[in-house]
């Protein structure tokens, strides 16, 4: 089992449509979470932190449950221009992979 | 201006030929990742280091080399050994201890010709 874990995807979506991305860890001693996104071709972004307390950043808002260990990204309103690719990424020292495991990613299409 | 800044953008390299990638950080991170990419794959782990003269094998090392003589400064070698290495490559910082973002360079995309 892979230490994080996204939905496969990808998600073809209207414009104006809510889409939500869901993540699991399978380590708890995790630290920090993050949604990248990623445009074809070019190098994965930061798009936001992710806390315990919830987060929100305009059309986007993200949430942690630490107890079942899943991570969520809900894009509200969703435009042509979030189109991309959707990276979970975990922070936790010491790991075999350094200290960023990716998920695989989610790629969202958004469609006139 | 902070950043990661990766060179070239594009590179071709001939059958049997060496090359290598440069990625260079002012974040003063003491992390420092290579990631290989395929078209419609995710991010795989080549090597990554955590000190000055320390790295570590990720997934696919194999066919790849890497040093570590400076903070700022990580190149990957792509060997001839390597036998598939066209592919978008992407090097990230980070700090150790977690809890802060990873940067990315803006990638290099090396073709075999």
């Known amino acids: 089992r892979k230490e994080v874990e996204q939905d496969p995807g990808p998600f073809n979506v209207p414009e104006g449509a809510t889409v939500a991305f869901n993540c699991t860890y399978s380590?708890?001693?995790?630290?920090?979470f993050f949604w990248y996104r990623q445009d074809c071709r070019k190098e994965p972004k930061l798009l936001m932190s992710v806390y315990s307390s919830g987060n929100e950043d305009g059309r986007f808002t993200a949430q942690l449950n630490r107890a079942s260990q899943y991570i969520s990204l809900l894009i509200r309103d969703s435009k042509l221009s979030d189109s991309a690719t959707y990276l979970c990424?975990?922070?936790?020292?010491?790991?075999?992979?350094?200290?960023?495991?990716f998920g695989k990613g989610t790629k969202l299409s958004v469609k006139p | 201006d902070g950043g990661i800044t990766q060179s070239p953008k594009y590179l071709f390299r001939k059958e049997g030929q060496n090359v290598t990638l440069s990625c260079e950080q002012n974040?003063?991170?003491?992390?420092m990742y290579w990631y290989r990419q395929d078209p419609g794959q995710g991010l795989r782990l080549i090597y990554y280091?955590?000190?000055?003269?320390?790295?570590q094998k990720g997934d696919i090392a194999e066919g790849y080399s890497v040093s570590r003589e400076k903070k700022e400064s990580f190149p990957l070698t792509v060997t001839s050994a390597q036998k598939n290495p066209t592919a978008f490559y992407l090097c990230?910082?980070?700090?150790?201890?977690?809890?802060?973002?990873?940067?990315f360079g803006q990638g290099t995309r090396l073709t075999v010709v």
């Open positions: 990230a910082s980070s700090t150790i201890a977690g809890g802060t973002e990873a940067f």
């Open positions: 280091s955590q000190i000055v003269n320390d790295f």
């Open positions: 380590n708890s001693a995790s630290q920090s």
């Open positions: 990424v975990v922070t936790r020292f010491g790991g075999s992979q350094g200290n960023l495991i």
């Open positions: 974040l003063n991170h003491d992390a």
